[in-house]
């Protein structure tokens, strides 16, 4: 069942940064995008690399092993359909952030 987590405070993740936080063993990625929360599993769908280093573009993180990009709000490849990565909601309780997983 699905349960929430609290992983941050709002103010360590400011405009255009992000955080790598562990929840149950897994490494996520906290992004803020344009003012907007994002939290994705850090391990690409691909082959197994880590997506935490990798340049968000256009909403996406980009692998930075092959550079196949996932939409930081489903997880979705469009170039590479039937890979995903794990998405997860963000929600903003007062400072912290937290995620549901
Ligand atoms: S390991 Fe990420 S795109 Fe290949």
Not at 17 to 44: M, P, S, W
Not at 59 to 65: E, G, H, L, Y
Request: glycine fraction near 10%.
């Amino acid at each position: 069942m699905a349960k929430e987590y609290t992983v941050a405070k709002a103010t360590e993740v400011g405009p255009g940064a992000r955080k790598v936080v562990k929840v149950n063993g897994a490494e996520i990625l906290l992004i803020n995008h344009g003012g907007q929360f994002y939290a994705i599993n850090g391990v690409c769908p691909h082959e197994g690399n880590s997506l935490c280093d990798g340049e968000v573009k256009n909403c996406a993180i980009v692998c930075p092993t092959h550079e196949w990009e996932f939409s930081l709000k489903t997880g979705e490849s469009d170039e590479h359909p039937g890979f995903e990565a794990e998405t997860y909601p963000v929600r903003v309780d007062g400072a912290e952030l937290k995620i549901t997983m």
